[in-house]
C-alpha cells in the first residue's frame, strides 16, 4: 500500500502532506521501508513494461 492514501489519525489529514509530526514521521517509517512506495502507479506500470520488453528482446536473441 502506498502511504498516499493513508489518513492520520492524530490530524486527520492526508499522511502524504506532513501536516504533523506524527505524520511525518510515519511518512519516513514508510519511505524506509519499501523504495517503490513513493513511484506512482504509472511509473510502476512504465517500469513493468521497461522489464517486459527487455525479456522479450532477449528472448528474441537467444532464438
Known amino acids: 500500500m502506498t502511504y498516499d492514501r493513508l489518513v492520520c489519525a ?3 489529514a492526508p499522511v502524504n502532506e506532513g501536516r504533523c509530526p506524527v505524520c511525518r514521521a510515519n511518512r519516513e517509517r ?3 521501508q519499501n523504495f517503490l ?3 506512482n502507479p504509472t511509473a510502476l506500470i512504465v517500469l513493468l513494461a521497461i ?5 522479450a528482446l532477449l ?3 537467444t532464438i
Do not use: M, R, T
Open 59 to 61: 528472448a528474441h536473441q
Open 51 to 55: 522489464l517486459v520488453a527487455a525479456v
Open 10 to 12: 492524530n490530524c486527520a
Open 37 to 39: 512506495s513513493g513511484l
Open 30 to 32: 514508510l519511505q524506509q
